[in-house]
């Protein structure tokens, strides 16, 4: 499959150790954020979001940070395994009808077993 | 259940050709959403339609166009291809036109030589 992204950052982890993935955000009238998780060949899947009135949310392994100070938002994975490998988008949506995403530029996480 | 479904999955042109890439929404979604992502880069946002109208448009010249079907399929074409126009388009679905929640198809990859 091709390559999504070839010259983005790259985190590279061991099998079991937890990840950071960490995302600046552009607009502060965003009232929505998602980290999605894009494979070789395929789109973007939804892992998470969180609501611009919380700074926390837990899913399953998957945990993410919202700074509104700061305009900063991460992504942590605990015990990452090598079904985690691939390239991570964070995105937001301002408060209009359309709720269109915009996408920052994306890490390439890497799980080496 | 299905997910979003896109054709063709590869396609080849050549500048000044023009295109139409398809997509099938996830039943019961109305909404439908077009994303360009070229190598290397986050997607961006071209257009959302709702009930067959355009809702949301990104920065995109004219010579992107859209339209939706009464069974909610889309249509995206682009005319005078340019070499730059070279990317993964992505189409997304949600529920309704103010859902959070998208949904991707695999994408359709286009190559403009």
């Known amino acids: 499959g091709e390559s999504v992204g070839l010259h983005l950052p790259t985190l590279s982890v061991q099998e079991g150790d937890n990840s950071i993935i960490n995302c600046a955000y552009s607009?502060?009238?965003?009232?929505?954020f998602i980290w999605y998780k894009q494979e070789s060949g395929k789109g973007p899947q939804f892992i998470i979001d969180?609501?611009?009135?919380?700074d926390k949310r837990q899913g399953q392994r998957v945990t993410v940070l919202l700074n509104k100070t700061v305009k900063h938002l991460s992504l942590q994975i605990a015990a990452t395994q090598p079904g985690d490998s691939a390239v991570y988008f964070c995105a937001e949506i301002m408060d209009t009808g359309r709720r269109a995403l915009t996408f920052g530029s994306g890490t390439r996480l890497q799980v080496q077993p | 259940d299905a997910g979003v479904t896109q054709s063709p999955t590869h396609l080849i042109k050549t500048r000044g050709q023009q295109v139409t890439l398809r997509c099938s929404p996830i039943?019961?979604?109305?909404?439908v959403s077009w994303y360009q992502q070229v190598l290397g880069q986050g997607p961006q946002f071209i257009f959302q339609?709702?009930?067959?109208?355009?809702?949301g448009r990104g920065n995109f010249p004219d010579r992107f166009s859209a339209r939706q079907f009464p069974n909610y399929s889309s249509e995206l074409n682009v005319n005078a291809l340019l070499l730059g126009d070279s990317a993964l388009y992505l189409c997304?679905?949600?529920?309704?036109?103010?859902?959070?929640?998208?949904?991707f198809g695999p994408g359709t990859r286009l190559t403009v030589l």
């Open positions: 607009n502060s009238a965003s009232d929505y």
């Open positions: 339609y709702y009930e067959k109208e355009e809702r």
């Open positions: 969180i609501r611009s009135n919380m």
């Open positions: 039943s019961g979604h109305k909404s």
């Open positions: 997304a679905s949600s529920s309704v036109v103010n859902n959070n929640e998208q949904f």
